[in-house]
Structure formats: structure tokens, C-alpha cells
């Protein structure tokens, strides 16, 4: 695999990115039934997604909802942490995720999922919505980016993460009630893509620590309601399992 630049932005100048044959699966998302998309492209103008990125929900999960959310095939490209090294210096910036859109790479994921999110009408109703839909995102982002994810030594990293969870997470958590308040939805009055991080991103703090959004009922039936949408059910009851 290899990077080149043209146009349009970095493409990977390998075997057609619209091949399945990979060790990842090919995993079309399921239709929403209820909530669905906004905005459906002609099947014809499809584009060709693979998403690449370590066997983890880590920082693609959040992708993969909105694909398993919009009901688009893509491909759920997953490498083994061994083959790494060698992949790593043939991806543009060095690092995992990335999104190829008709061979075209998006890396960073949020900006991956910012973009799906918009195709999906889930960036938020207005531009005042998307702004902040977005500040919801990068407040839980820079709340996870605390974490020393990449840490090795084990009593070095259960002290971060005990610290960062007891005396960092209850302010987050106390201001990101007081901005739900008693909506339904955290952004405007429909489901976007802040409510599927905050819930991706909970899945990971709860299982760290699973008492840790108790006082906070209307949070824990945000990332309920999100669940029970019927292609993110279908999408947590099939993906991989892994630890994060
Ligand atoms: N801000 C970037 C962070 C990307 C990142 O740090 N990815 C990690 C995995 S979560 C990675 O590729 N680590 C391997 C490496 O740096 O070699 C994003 O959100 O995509």
C-alpha cells in the first residue's frame, strides 16, 4: 500500500479500495428504521468507503455508527496491531483511522466523522446546531485525549486513569447534564452525531468505571435512547467485541 498525492488529496495506490478482499469484513450498515437518515444519495452516486483502522472501537467507532446509522456499505477494515510497523509509514500522517472515499483519504476521525455525519444529516440542523454539535464533540474528545491510551507500564497507567476518573470526569459530567438538561437530544430536537459520541465514548469510560455516570440518570437514558435506535442496536449486537 502506498500514499500518493493528487487533486483531490492523498489516495492509496493499491489494489481498487472498492475490493473487499482484505482481512477485515465487509460490513454494510443496516437501514435505520426509525430516525433515518435525512439525506440519501442516489444508489448510483454511492461512494466506495473503507474505513481503516487497529481491532478496536477506539476512534472509528464513531464512524462506524454513522455508517451502520445511514445504512452505507463500507468496508470495516481492521489491522493486527503486529502489522502495524509496517503499514504505518505508508499511511498518510502516520496514523489510524482513516477514511478512503472513492480512494481519497480523510484521516483524523473526527473530521472522517464529521463529514459522514453531514451526509447523514446528522451534523446538526443549522449551522448554529453543527457549531454546537461540535463543541459537544470536541469537549468529549478533549476529556478522552486525557488518557495515556498508549501507556505500557500497567501501575502508571491505572493511576492516570483512576485520577483522570475520579477527579477529572465528574466536572465533564456535571456540565455535560446541565447542557442536556431535559432535552432529549443534546443538540436541537433531533439525534446527531454529538449524542452517538457522547454514547461510543461512555461505553468506554463506564467500563473503566461503571458507577461513574450514577448521579447523572438523564445522561444514562441519552446513551439508552441512542442505543435503541434500531441500526445502532443491530450495530452494537454484531461488531467485534474488544476491550475498547
Ligand atoms: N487525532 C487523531 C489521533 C490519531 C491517533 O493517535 N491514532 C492512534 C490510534 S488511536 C495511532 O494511530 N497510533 C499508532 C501510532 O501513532 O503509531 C484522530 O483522532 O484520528
Redesign the pocket.
Known amino acids: 500500500m502506498q500514499a500518493v498525492m493528487g487533486g483531490g488529496g492523498f489516495r492509496i495506490n493499491s489494489p481498487c479500495p472498492r475490493s473487499t478482499a482484505s482481512s477485515g469484513s465487509a460490513l454494510g450498515g443496516t437501514p435505520a428504521q426509525q430516525e433515518g437518515p435525512r439525506t440519501a444519495a442516489p444508489r448510483s452516486s454511492m461512494p466506495q468507503y473503507k474505513l481503516t483502522y487497529?481491532n478496536l472501537r477506539?476512534?472509528a467507532e464513531i464512524s462506524r455508527y454513522l455508517f451502520a446509522y445511514s445504512g452505507k456499505k463500507y468496508e470495516d477494515h481492521r489491522i493486527e496491531a503486529a502489522d502495524?510497523p509496517k503499514i504505518?509509514p505508508t499511511i498518510p500522517f502516520?496514523?489510524?483511522?482513516i477514511l478512503e472515499v472513492d480512494g481519497v483519504i480523510i484521516?483524523?476521525?473526527?473530521a472522517m466523522a464529521r463529514y459522514l455525519a453531514r451526509e447523514a444529516g446528522l451534523a446538526g440542523q443549522t449551522p448554529v446546531e453543527q457549531a454546537l454539535a461540535d463543541a459537544i464533540v470536541d469537549t468529549i474528545d478533549d476529556f478522552m485525549t486525557l488518557f495515556p491510551?498508549?501507556e505500557k507500564n500497567q501501575d502508571v497507567r491505572k493511576k492516570a486513569f483512576d485520577d483522570i476518573l475520579t477527579n477529572k470526569a465528574p466536572e465533564l459530567l456535571k456540565d455535560l447534564d446541565t447542557f442536556l438538561g431535559d432535552k432529549k437530544w443534546l443538540v436541537g430536537n433531533s439525534v446527531s452525531w454529538a449524542d452517538f459520541y457522547w454514547d461510543v465514548c461512555s461505553t468506554t469510560l463506564l467500563s473503566c468505571k461503571p458507577d461513574l455516570a450514577d448521579k447523572y440518570p438523564r445522561l444514562l437514558a441519552l446513551r439508552e435512547r441512542v442505543q435503541a435506535l434500531p441500526a445502532i442496536a443491530a450495530w452494537i449486537q454484531k461488531r467485534p467485541k474488544s476491550v475498547m
Request: net charge positive.
Open positions: 487497529f477506539g476512534r502495524w504505518k502516520g496514523k489510524l483511522p484521516h483524523q476521525s473526527l491510551w498508549a
